[in-house]
């Protein structure tokens, strides 16, 4: 079954460094989400894309972040200037269409750690 | 603004019994998607479930069925003939026709003992 994929499992940085988060959607999936989870919290959306373009973002995702799909394949979330805070769980997930009675397929997460 | 609430932050379940993991949600959208999603210790998110808020029948999905009582906002998911493997965390989350986000709660940690 296709799935999606991310790299690394887990990044350690020092705070103020960029970080690039790696994510391959399924194939065939048009919409592409990043969310995160804070240890021991809910999850939280980040940022959705679609079409090359950012469809829709929350209040987390500010200046310091930003989205990319360089290629054909790959889906990537940058955090410019790390901060403490931004130690969670980045998940990336995907989605045929985005239609709401669609489940969001994720990946197995990226572990971020800031030092 | 949407929201959805799991008030049970941890259940046990003796292995081989049922149990009810509960869920509301809040939304002014008409047409909503509710989902369950289990979350393992070692982390990933796996799809459970899915109920759309028009349709008649409870979801049923194997040992997984969701109780969708629209009236009431409430889609509780329930495990029959609990496994050892069936501890971890259970998300509900919701999305709606208006937005593509998924909106989570806090989660539920379900511990299946044997």
């Known amino acids: 079954e296709p799935e999606v994929t991310q790299t690394p499992s887990h990044q350690v940085t020092q705070m103020g460094q960029e970080v690039i988060l790696r994510c391959v959607p399924i194939?065939?999936?048009?919409?592409f989400y990043w969310y995160r989870q804070i240890l021991g919290q809910k999850v939280e959306f980040l940022v959705s894309?679609?079409?090359?373009?950012?469809?829709?973002k929350s209040e987390i995702f500010d200046d310091q972040f930003s989205v990319e799909r360089p290629d054909g394949s790959n889906f990537t979330l940058k955090i410019r200037s790390t901060k403490l805070e931004d130690s969670a769980m980045y998940f990336c997930?995907?989605?045929?269409?985005?239609?709401?009675?669609?489940?969001?397929?994720f990946g197995d997460g990226t572990r971020l750690s800031i030092l | 603004a949407q929201k959805i609430t799991q008030t049970q932050p941890g259940m046990f379940v003796q292995e081989k019994e049922a149990v009810t993991l509960d869920c509301t949600y809040d939304?002014?959208?008409?047409?909503?998607?509710l989902f369950w999603y289990k979350q393992p210790s070692s982390g990933e998110m796996i799809f459970l479930i899915y109920?759309?808020?028009?349709?008649?029948q409870n979801a049923t999905e194997g040992r997984y069925s969701l109780n969708f009582q629209k009236a009431r906002k409430s889609a509780n998911l329930v495990i029959s003939a609990s496994q050892l493997g069936d501890s971890a965390m259970y998300f509900c989350?919701?999305?709606?026709?208006?937005?593509?986000?998924?909106?989570f709660g806090t989660g539920t940690s379900l511990t299946v003992i044997p």
């Open positions: 997930a995907s989605s045929p269409t985005g239609r709401a009675e669609q489940p969001q397929h």
């Open positions: 194939s065939n999936h048009l919409y």
């Open positions: 894309f679609y079409n090359n373009e950012i469809s829709e």
């Open positions: 939304t002014s959208d008409p047409s909503y998607g």
């Open positions: 109920q759309g808020s028009y349709d008649q």
């Open positions: 989350a919701m999305s709606t026709y208006t937005g593509n986000q998924f909106y």
